[in-house]
């Protein structure tokens, strides 16, 4: 999953510098996240309740000329500021293929078939328990996904002792999931595709291609044409954070001209913070604040809801260890250095926290209010009972 050097670093209990400092600002932003999702909960279900629906619908108005478009505080956030943080995920992406635990193939049969099984076990679980419902099917990959950021806060604060292996494990499955919730949402999540404007958008993946093959080391054209895509994208039916990918898998790792300079990395140190403190934290704020005041015990067992907490909570676990024993029984791969099967299960559970990816998938797969309500309720309650489970286990994992 790495280098020699990086290999040896694992080996004597310390993760390598460049992962360590990403897990340390991934956890820190992990709980923020958590922080600001328990603020827009306390915000929904408070007397003031009223102004926080009213700040999050706020009406915005956006465009130049005749292409301008008025959408809600939340729309924009999602179909904006994400775009930062897919962006980051598709920077994050190529660094690990280029020379990162991603390099070699095969270092990543376990974590590649981990993150597809912990992909296919919760849709089917929501399928499961979906099935009979044509108007709560199309939520099916909303359980599919994991949050790497509360994933790791979790993982930092209650799992000190865990072997550096098996966080480099969670980081490879939670970068795998992240490729896949990406395909999921090209492939499943768009609206009515207009023609021009894809066309339009095929030429601004094709500029970017060639910056690339041209070695241009400044990143300001890459931005250009990536916003360029952004409106393409945009006027489509393609989902704009699709754009923030195509730049982050474009933008060259390093400047033939000089060995020293990696314009991704340089993109990588500058937009983290950004997206770390800033952009998820308001994604959390505006998205995960939900009103249980005039909700029943009944609510939380309707089909939608009930089928994304169970995706999560089981699907994430069996799919994860399920497919990961299999592998490692079968001798097709070798268990991470210094783990057992109490760490790799601790993982498993953990890897079922979904919050930012699911709720993002829950806002394209429904357009109804009182779904997007339904998806909260589901995606919370599951994204808890991993935390608290998984708390229960890494204590028990890192005791012995």
Not at 161 to 168: G, R, V
Not at 308 to 328: D, E, H, N, R, W
Request: aromatic share 10%.
């Amino acid at each position: 999953m790495q280098h020699p050097s990086e290999t040896n670093s694992v080996r004597k209990g310390i993760l390598p510098k460049r992962i360590r400092k990403f897990m340390e600002t991934e956890s820190a932003s992990g709980v923020m996240m958590i922080a600001f999702a328990i603020l827009a909960m306390l915000a929904a279900n408070s007397p003031f309740s009223s102004l926080y629906k009213d700040f999050t619908h706020t009406k915005i108005t956006l465009g130049l000329g005749d292409n301008i478009a008025t959408e809600s505080l939340s729309h924009w956030v999602k179909d904006i500021l994400m775009v930062f943080f897919f962006l980051i995920i598709g920077l994050e992406l190529k660094r690990e293929m280029c020379e990162g635990f991603l390099s070699k193939r095969d270092q990543i049969i376990l974590p590649l078939v981990a993150a597809i099984g912990g992909m296919a076990a919760p849709a089917l679980i929501f399928l499961g328990i979906n099935y009979h419902s044509s108007e709560t099917i199309n939520g099916w990959a909303i359980p599919s996904a994991t949050d790497i950021a509360f994933a790791l806060a979790i993982l930092t604060m209650l799992g000190k002792n865990i072997p550096p292996a098996i966080k480099i494990f969670l980081l490879a499955v939670a970068i795998f999931d992240d490729l896949g919730a990406i395909i999921v949402i090209a492939g499943f999540y768009n609206t009515g595709l207009a023609l021009m404007p894809l066309l339009l958008a095929t030429g601004g993946v094709a500029a970017l291609f060639a910056l690339n093959r041209k070695n241009i080391a400044t990143i300001a054209p890459y931005i250009l044409v990536g916003i360029f895509l952004w409106f393409c994208f945009y006027y489509s039916g393609i989902h704009t954070t699709l754009a923030g990918v195509i730049v982050g898998l474009s933008i060259p790792m390093r400047d033939y001209d000089d060995a020293r300079h990696s314009p991704l990395n340089k993109l990588i140190h500058l937009l983290h913070p950004w997206v770390s403190f800033l952009v998820l934290p308001i994604f959390a704020f505006t998205s995960a604040g939900v009103d249980l005041r005039d909700l029943e015990l009944a609510n939380f067992f309707e089909p939608l809801p009930i089928g994304i907490a169970c995706g999560l909570f089981f699907g994430k676990q069996i799919g994860i260890f399920g497919t990961s024993f299999l592998l490692i029984k079968s001798k097709m791969v070798a268990m991470p250095e210094v783990t057992r099967w109490r760490h790799l299960y601790a993982v498993s559970v953990i890897a079922g926290i979904g919050f930012t990816m699911s709720l993002f998938i829950g806002m394209l797969a429904f357009s109804s209010p009182q779904l997007h309500e339904m998806v909260k309720i589901g995606v919370i309650s599951g994204s808890l009972l991993c935390i608290l489970w998984g708390a229960i286990v890494l204590k028990i994992a890192t005791k012995k």
